[in-house]
């Protein structure tokens, strides 16, 4: 008889043992990740507000998404002197089939993205500087805001300056930035999407 209440209680002691770890991983919460968008193609299209068939495009591609390829930049961006243009993307997956508009997933999730821009000093005179890449309070004139007021980038807008320029650099770069993105969030917060840089002429 003894014997069998050793056994029994060797038993309930397991069978304690095994629920309270069971317990132990349920209340374990998974960890958060925040994935950065497949991005294979993405094209800035500057379009000339006095003149809208007046249009100059660039474009980068990686056709492999996450593989070992990166966006590789196809061509420079050739502006004029002394024009105001408005710059928008197409940005997309292409791995897909049909492809996948990424730029309809960035206005979806404005509030967690935001477009940050360097370029060559004195290149436009409207924004001035070279740019909110160093400085997100630095001028940049953006054409859009998330739900809480805050700069998105899918529109801006840029006048060219006076003078001409002969391979200069513009660089834009995309921030996924959920739970951090504020007014001030600058362009190391959060994960990059994308950061180009393409050969910047103003002739």
Not at 61 to 87: F, H, M, R, S
Not at 142 to 148: A, C, F, G, H, R
Request: proline share 4%.
């Amino acid at each position: 008889m003894k014997q069998f209440r050793k056994y029994n209680l060797i038993a309930l002691t397991l069978v304690g043992l095994s629920m309270v770890s069971c317990k132990k991983e349920e209340v374990t919460p998974p960890a958060e990740e925040n994935e950065v968008e497949v991005i294979t193609d993405v094209k800035l299209i500057f379009t000339n507000t006095a003149d809208s068939s007046d249009v100059v495009e660039a474009s980068a591609q990686d056709p492999d998404g996450e593989g070992v390829q990166e966006l590789a930049i196809l061509n420079d961006i050739d502006l004029d002197t002394n024009k105001t243009y408005v710059l928008t993307y197409e940005i997309s997956n292409n791995l897909e089939s049909p492809g996948e508009d990424i730029g309809l997933e960035i206005l979806a999730e404005a509030a967690e993205h935001q477009f940050f821009f360097s370029f060559s000093n004195g290149a436009f005179a409207n924004p001035s500087g070279d740019g909110n890449m160093d400085n997100a309070l630095d001028p940049l004139v953006y054409n859009d805001q998330d739900s809480n007021g805050n700069p998105v980038g899918l529109s801006t807008i840029w006048t060219t300056s006076a003078v001409q320029l002969t391979a200069g650099t513009f660089n834009v770069r995309l921030q996924h930035q959920p739970g951090v993105k504020t007014a001030s969030s600058g362009a190391n917060d959060g994960d990059t999407d994308f950061d180009l840089q393409f050969v910047l002429n103003i002739q």
